[in-house]
Nanobody
């Protein structure tokens, strides 16, 4: 059973930084695509940043150059380092993964949607004030 637990959210002023973490229980050596989604009240979950089992990354245009996604294989932990935060970065951030079958990493190859992921964490709130 895949389990994802996020941590690291909080409140910061615009221009500040935060680091989110997602502790994951994954099948050893399994193909995967992992990522972060952001959701605000009344809206759907929007993709922010993604990484596959080979370390290839992709980002939404709104965060390119400011956010960095990484995966620590030794700790099975997904991270999102967020710099130069803006008020529009505010939202609930969810960690998600699709894994366990040979083609899982291909989910990251095109712009992933929330429907592409089968496993989710409970989310961590990020609030950026002007």
């Amino acid at each position: 059973q895949v389990r994802l637990v996020e941590s690291g959210g909080g409140s910061v002023q615009a221009g500040g930084s935060l680091r989110l973490s997602c502790a994951a229980s994954l099948d050893t050596g399994a193909s995967f695509c992992m990522g972060w989604f952001r959701q605000n009240s009344g809206q759907g979950r929007a993709g922010v940043a993604f990484i596959d089992v080979d370390g290839s990354t992709s980002y939404d245009d709104s965060v390119k150059g400011r956010f960095t996604v990484s995966f620590d294989n030794s700790k099975n932990t997904l991270s999102l380092h967020m710099d130069s935060l803006k008020p529009e970065d505010t939202g609930m951030y969810y960690c998600a993964v699709e894994e366990g079958f040979a083609g899982a990493r291909s989910v990251c190859a095109t712009k992933p949607l929330s429907i592409d992921f089968g496993y989710w964490g409970r989310g961590t709130q990020v609030t950026v004030s002007a």
